[in-house]
């Protein structure tokens, strides 16, 4: 069993910058991939960035590829998700999700355990 929290979210505004964490607890934190997920109000949730277990891996949806980068320390259980130029398409509920396999996938079924999420409101 994997429990995640996230953290970071807020309120910024358009062009700002915003660094989302998510601890993970348990020891086996190092062989799962992880990723972010987000929801909109009235949307379906989507995938937005995933890297494998050994962190040499990485996966963007590409509304994101070049503002967002996703990072990982096994160290500190704990993955990472930099958000650089954030627009107002951005704003959304944040999910980080651990996935058994280790590998960096995008579809949601991928993922075995999901966090409470945190909120990223962007304002223009």
């Known amino acids: 069993q994997v429990q995640l929290v996230e953290s970071g979210g807020g309120l910024v505004q358009a062009g700002g910058s915003l660094r989302l964490s998510c601890a993970a607890s348990?020891?086996?934190?190092?062989?799962?991939?992880m990723g972010w997920f987000r929801q909109a109000p009235g949307k379906e949730r989507e995938f937005v960035a995933a890297i494998n277990w050994t962190g040499r891996t990485t996966v963007y949806t590409d509304s994101v590829k070049g503002r967002f980068t996703i990072s990982r320390d096994n160290a500190k259980n704990t993955v990472y998700l930099q958000m650089n130029s954030l627009k107002p398409e951005d704003t959304a509920v944040y999910y980080c999700a651990a996935g058994r396999t280790g590998w960096a996938r995008v579809p949601l079924t991928e993922y075995n355990y999901w966090g409470q999420g945190t909120q990223v409101t962007v304002s223009s």
């Open positions: 348990g020891r086996t934190f190092s062989s799962y991939a």
